[in-house]
């Protein structure tokens, strides 16, 4: 299915950017693509785009008097698949009008000449949508680049600190347990520890759990130190705030806190999971897809019948108050997808209509009905959609304003595993000074040089 999705994909990207095939008179023929397939892959996207999107908006644009025809363009592969496709079509003028992209490819997309500013694009619009008043400048970040919007945020996710109610008890700490510090977290391993449970702490760690190390722990831990890998065209050395986050994690792991060997198990992330679920870790720091995929009592791997009940969650702390980036007490990390507007289009105008209907409150709430919620990038749809949802309802309203997210570009991929690996040495017993050393070392490597570092 997905050899025969790439191939429908490049047929159609032939046509595509509202390019007419002819007989259609004055109608503007706009094309919008996802990596999602009827009966495959993301299939519930695919068919809202087909069945709902299409006729609702040619239906907007013909009480507006234009003549407008929207065809969807299906996907269903692997992601890199998918981005090697969107790269080629875009490289040689081609693809969809509208396309979905990881918020990550960005970077890359802009740097590469793929993407270019929606206001050198569509002109004041771009500026002026009534969305952008309801998007957090958090999640607004996520689809900007050297401080231009490049494209619009479609969703996103934040990361919390999970924690066993029934264990906190037996521990005497409070359901309501919000740390200010790090420290407040450590005292809370500790007393979870005399109190016999067997994983007090648990942040991931390692090469073995990938980007989860990443974006479930040296990031959030960087950002709560003041730093950000990237910064005014710079990454982030061995800076003091590296050693700060590289330091928690010789607390934890050195200090009997949290299971080293955990971190290292080719399959240590989803043991992880069931160890939760089981009452053996007491306190987890996981985004929201841990909450609905995998702790959910209905549909989830490591499902959790107390879930409800017997999991809190509390916001991630600066290591103190006032030491996060901007001066925050609380941060978080957050991923997301963006919705595009191809610069090769000969209707950008009609295609970024088309983009924003699809980020319209009555889009949003249609599409995600029927069991499909999600956390929007609108707050006012958030608020409506969410409203039985208590942990998304805390992230879209708590976490969304003060989050962080990784750089868009190219080389970060790189980066990533870097730091990854500088955790994994911690846990092994490596000081944190000569951890970030080593990193800063290895970063040299990847980004170009010491030129490009700032320590």
């Given at each position: ?111 590469a000449g793929y993407l270019k500013p929606l206001p050198d694009l569509v002109g004041a619009e771009a500026d002026s949508w009534d969305g952008w008043a309801q998007i957090p400048e ?276 790189q980066v990533s595993v870097a730091l990854q690996e500088a955790t994994a040495a911690v846990v092994s017993g490596t000081a944190p000074d000569q951890a970030a050393a080593d990193y ?16």
């Amino acid at each position: 299915m997905g050899v025969v999705a790439v191939l429908a994909a490049s047929v159609v990207g032939l046509a595509a950017c509202g390019q007419s095939s002819g007989g259609s008179g004055d109608a503007i023929e706009l094309t919008i693509t996802q990596n999602a397939i009827a009966g495959g892959k993301n299939a519930a996207g695919a068919d809202f785009i087909a069945n709902w999107v299409i006729p609702k908006f040619e239906a907007a644009q013909k009480a507006k008097g234009k003549d407008v025809k929207v065809k969807f363009v299906p996907s269903g592969v692997d992601d890199e698949q998918y981005k090697t496709k969107l790269s080629l079509d875009l490289k040689s003028g081609k693809g969809a009008d509208v396309m979905d992209i990881d918020s990550i490819w960005a970077g890359e997309f802009a740097e590469a000449g793929y993407l270019k500013p929606l206001p050198d694009l569509v002109g004041a619009e771009a500026d002026s949508w009534d969305g952008w008043a309801q998007i957090p400048e958090a999640v607004q970040g996520m689809a900007m680049y050297n401080g231009k919007k490049y494209a619009l945020p479609v969703g996103t996710d934040g990361r919390v600190l999970y924690f066993n109610k029934t264990l906190f008890q037996k521990a005497g700490l409070p359901a309501d347990w919000q740390p200010t510090s790090w420290q407040e977290i450590l005292d809370a391993g500790t007393k979870l520890k005399s109190s016999g449970v067997p994983v007090p702490i648990q942040i991931n760690a390692g090469t073995a759990m990938g980007e989860a190390t990443s974006m479930q722990g040296v990031l959030p831990l960087l950002v709560g130190a003041g730093g950000e890998v990237q910064q005014n065209g710079k990454w982030t050395g061995a800076s003091q705030p590296l050693k700060d986050a590289l330091g928690l994690y010789q607390k934890i792991y050195g200090g009997g806190l949290g299971d080293p060997k955990l971190q290292q198990e080719a399959k240590g992330r989803d043991k992880s999971f069931q160890q939760f679920a089981e009452g053996k870790i007491g306190i987890l720091l996981e985004g929201d897809y841990f909450w609905r995929s995998v702790i959910n009592p209905a549909e989830g791997v490591a499902k959790m019948a107390d879930r409800d009940q017997s999991v809190g969650y509390a916001m991630i702390p600066a290591m103190e108050p006032g030491k996060g980036i901007k001066g925050q007490d609380f941060v978080s990390m957050s991923g997301g997808s963006l919705r595009a507007v191809n610069p090769n289009s000969e209707h950008p105008k009609e295609a970024f209509e088309l983009a924003t209907f699809t980020l319209s409150p009555e889009a949003l709430k249609e599409e995600t009905k029927d069991g499909n919620v999600r956390i929007t990038p609108r707050t006012d749809v958030n608020k409506d959609i969410l409203a039985g949802e208590p942990l998304m309802t805390f992230i879209s309203e708590k976490v969304l304003p003060v989050t962080a997210f990784r750089p868009p570009v190219a080389v970060y991929p790189q980066v990533s595993v870097a730091l990854q690996e500088a955790t994994a040495a911690v846990v092994s017993g490596t000081a944190p000074d000569q951890a970030a050393a080593d990193y800063q070392k290895k970063l040299e490597g990847i980004v170009g040089g010491a030129g490009n570092i700032a320590s």
